[in-house]
């Protein structure tokens, strides 16, 4: 009669079972926390990356329009033509600029409706706005352009001057913007001054 050997079928036992289920669990958790924390991380890099890279647009192309202008102008109606409570007397909320010879074949230093530029605010949600650049509104060489979308929270622009904006030689915009709404960071602040460097007496 001969005996069998068992010593080389040997198997795991339920005990080795639930230890390497219980090693895989945790590894798998922290695999995943990892993924996750990665993937806010990136999140809110895009974010901040995207907030700044529009930020900077609307900025420069805000400033380069105030250092060509000739003068600011301030007609005291609203900030957002739609919006019939956005009153702005001051012009704090929008930005309306005279840039001479554009559209026209009239000698310089002589206003024309269709050299008036605007920049405003769209409401698209609760807090957040468009940029919107206008030029020569109500003629025949009106033209928008969306400059950022869904990006600005809040604006203002500041003149050197107390009362009378079509007075002033230096525009300050300092605005609040986030890139994502309800993703990333917390809203971040910017500004820019800039001086006009064309302005002549009207």
């Known amino acids: 009669m001969t005996q069998r050997t068992e010593a080389n079928d040997k198997g795991l036992t339920l005990v080795e079972l639930l230890v390497t289920i219980?090693?895989?669990a945790i590894l798998g958790s922290l695999v995943t926390g990892a993924v996750i924390v990665a993937s806010r991380s990136f999140v809110q890099t895009n974010d901040e990356q995207q907030?700044?890279?529009d930020a900077k647009v609307v900025l420069d192309r805000v400033a380069r329009d105030i250092r060509e202008s000739r003068g600011v102008l301030c007609d005291g109606g609203l900030a957002d033509p739609e919006d019939p409570t956005s009153a702005d007397p001051e012009c704090t909320a929008h930005l309306q600029l005279w840039l001479d010879g554009v559209c026209d074949n009239l000698p310089d230093y002589q206003y024309q409706?269709?050299?008036?530029?605007d920049w405003r605010l769209r409401r698209i949600d609760d807090i957040h706005f468009d940029v919107v650049r206008l030029q020569g509104e109500g003629?025949?060489?009106e033209s928008e352009q969306l400059v950022a979308t869904s990006l600005i929270m809040r604006a203002l622009f500041e003149y050197d001057t107390p009362?009378?904006?079509?007075?002033?030689?230096?525009?300050?915009l300092r605005m609040?913007?986030?890139a994502?709404?309800?993703v990333g960071v917390d809203a971040r602040d910017?500004?820019?001054?800039?001086r006009l460097r064309n302005g002549v007496a009207r």
């Open 190 to 194: 910017a500004t820019t001054t800039a």
């Open 163 to 172: 009362q009378v904006p079509e007075d002033a030689s230096l525009v300050t």
């Open 139 to 141: 003629t025949d060489c």
């Open 180 to 182: 994502i709404a309800g």
């Open 113 to 117: 409706p269709e050299e008036k530029v």
């Open 176 to 178: 609040t913007y986030d």
């Open 51 to 53: 907030g700044l890279s």
């Open 22 to 24: 219980v090693l895989l």
